[in-house]
């Protein structure tokens, strides 16, 4: 839990004072997202026009015939991944909500953004894995000459940049926090 020396600490009050409006609005802002996310996966596969042209147009495949059990399978895979970035949203959340507590520089905030970034690697790869077992499920009915396997995407790398950086910004943390807390043993 947090250490009451810690918050006593006036630089460490007056980062929180810093940092509290962005905690809040990054905690709203994973709450909204996860909810967004869920809605966009909803509604995109309740709209077969719509699933349609975005085949036709990124992958230049023709799913019309798909059957509903095609789009139940697809839709299924889709919120394969939303599971595990409503997982990454609650562990930021709870990364947040620690910092907001006065665990700034805790071994447990730490950990969960540890949590959060090891996660978001796997949802990354799991991404793109589901992204291949999607187009089958969806483009099954087709020849198999017809079918596409799947593409990564530049941001891909982007998002694997970001979650090493924040695993290493995590394992970093996790340092500090136990370094402080054999310090403050001395004192």
């Given at each position: 839990m947090i250490d009451a020396i810690a918050l006593q600490d006036p630089r460490l009050s007056a980062l929180r004072a810093r940092i509290g409006?962005?905690?809040?609005?990054?905690?709203?802002l994973v709450v909204f997202f996860a909810t967004a996310d869920l809605l966009a996966i909803l509604t995109f596969w309740a709209d077969a026009g719509k699933v349609e042209r975005h085949f036709?147009?990124?992958?230049?495949?023709?799913?019309s015939g798909a059957s509903q059990g095609q789009y139940a399978a697809a839709t299924a895979l889709s919120?394969?991944?939303?599971?595990?970035?409503?997982?990454?949203?609650?562990?930021?959340?709870?990364?947040?909500?620690?910092?907001?507590?006065?665990?700034?520089?805790?071994?447990?905030a730490?950990?969960?953004?540890?949590?959060?970034?090891?996660?978001?690697?796997f949802t990354v790869l799991l991404d793109v894995a589901m992204r291949s077992a999607?187009?089958?499920?969806?483009?099954?009915h087709l020849p198999y000459a017809q079918s596409h396997h799947g593409y990564i995407k530049l941001e891909d790398l982007l998002n694997v940049i970001f979650l090493l950086m924040l695993i290493a910004i995590a394992h970093i943390?996790?340092?500090?926090a136990d370094i402080a807390g054999e310090n403050a043993q001395f004192v």
């Open positions: 409006w962005i905690c809040q609005t990054i905690r709203a036709r147009e990124l992958l230049q495949i023709d799913v919120l394969v991944v939303w599971v595990f970035v409503a997982v990454i949203c609650f562990c930021l959340w709870r990364v947040f909500s620690l910092y907001l507590e006065g665990g700034v520089f805790s071994a447990e730490a950990l969960w953004l540890r949590r959060a970034g090891l996660i978001g690697l999607i187009i089958l499920a969806i483009a099954s943390f996790k340092t500090a």
